[in-house]
């Protein structure tokens, strides 16, 4: 009996790099790929909140799988932080809960903004936003938040490795009652680890000088290498589609070569590797360039990290992770791409040749 055949079947697995707009949410900009690429196996990495924009890279089929490592990715924003009023979620979808008193707000001096982003410069301890994903007991914080109850989530590590101040505005906002108040606005870009909160960066800037303070613009400019001019939106990708033009995709292969070393085996590593079978340690001398990301092919794998191992024929077969099994030192497949498969001697030595 002839196997069923799916419709993602035809559709090719990569990465798509989306410019979402704001008003829609992480999960809004899947549902909307899955239509236009003609395939439910779309998932994305690194959540924007509905008024951020920017930078979303989508996994489409394979490509899904590649998806965590995307999240670990350093990440850089431009980002507008409003001083002089605070709100219930720390950026301008939530209530204003603080307004400083204006002539406070007036007399912020641009050294003393200046001191309170070094203050948040490098290794920093970070509480996040009470209404975010992080899960508390199982349930996302937004959730326990909206349903009344008070949630503090713990502190956690993050390295903010630059902040740099672009304008200083001191302009005018409603609050209560519709009456006008004194407020500065800031211009700033910032590049960080995975696991920042922007807005968690703005309400504590505004903590530092005491006048609170909140985001009220945010757009993602890259995610690791990949940057805003690598995008589409969602119309130019729907465009593409209609006119029976390619979807720019960054292959998985392409994809693995950014986020990973990349170790090149031979037919009988990776015909191993493809069924689950152990193969001698990644390398542990420095060896070729990696044409893609910088990163070295056969790098020093050090034994927490991942390399991505690429049959003789530039198939990826699978990620490769350095562990000791049985007293032995040995490279155990970690996620096979090409599970099944037997690699013949011809194709390494027409490679070679």
Not at 5 to 30: E, F, I, N, Q, Y
Not at 265 to 275: F, G, M, R, V
């Amino acid at each position: 009996m002839a196997r069923h055949r799916d419709r993602h079947d035809d559709v090719p697995s990569g990465l798509v790099v989306v410019d979402k707009p704001a008003g829609l949410t992480s999960h809004d900009v899947v549902a909307r790929m899955r239509k236009i690429i003609g395939t439910r196996r779309v998932g994305h990495a690194g959540t924007l909140d509905p008024m951020a924009t920017g930078v979303l890279i989508l996994g489409v089929n394979k490509a899904t799988k590649l998806l965590t490592w995307v999240s670990g990715e350093s990440k850089t924003y431009s980002a507008t932080i409003r001083l002089g009023q605070g709100t219930v979620t720390d950026d301008s979808e939530g209530e204003v809960s603080i307004t400083a008193d204006p002539a406070t707000v007036d007399s912020l001096e641009e050294s003393a903004i200046n001191a309170a982003v070094t203050e948040l410069t490098g290794r920093i301890l970070q509480v996040p936003s009470s209404v975010s994903a992080i899960k508390v007991g199982g349930v996302r914080s937004y959730a326990r938040v909206r349903s009344g109850q008070d949630v503090e989530l713990e502190a956690r590590p993050v390295t903010i490795d630059s902040f740099d101040v672009h304008d200083i505005r001191r302009v005018t906002a409603t609050c209560e009652g519709s009456r006008e108040t004194s407020v500065v606005d800031v211009d700033v870009t910032v590049s960080c680890s995975s696991g920042t909160y922007i807005r968690a960066l703005a309400r504590d800037m505004g903590a530092r000088l005491g006048v609170g303070g909140h985001l009220t613009r945010l757009n993602r400019l890259n995610i690791g290498e990949v940057s805003i001019d690598d995008s589409s939106t969602l119309e130019e990708l729907a465009q593409a589609r209609d006119e029976g033009r390619t979807i720019p995709m960054l292959s998985v292969e392409r994809a693995a070569e950014r986020i990973f070393v990349r170790r090149n085996l031979n037919n009988d590593e990776a015909t191993s590797l493809s069924n689950g079978r152990w193969i001698p340690p990644n390398a542990q001398t420095e060896a070729g360039a990696s044409e893609a990301s910088g990163k070295r092919a056969n790098d020093i794998v050090p034994a927490c990290e991942l390399a991505a191992g690429f049959a003789p024929d530039g198939t990826l077969v699978a990620l490769a992770q350095n562990q000791c099994r049985r007293g032995l030192d040995v490279a155990v497949p970690h996620l096979v791409f090409r599970s099944g498969t037997t690699f013949p001697v011809e194709a390494e030595r027409t490679a070679d040749s």
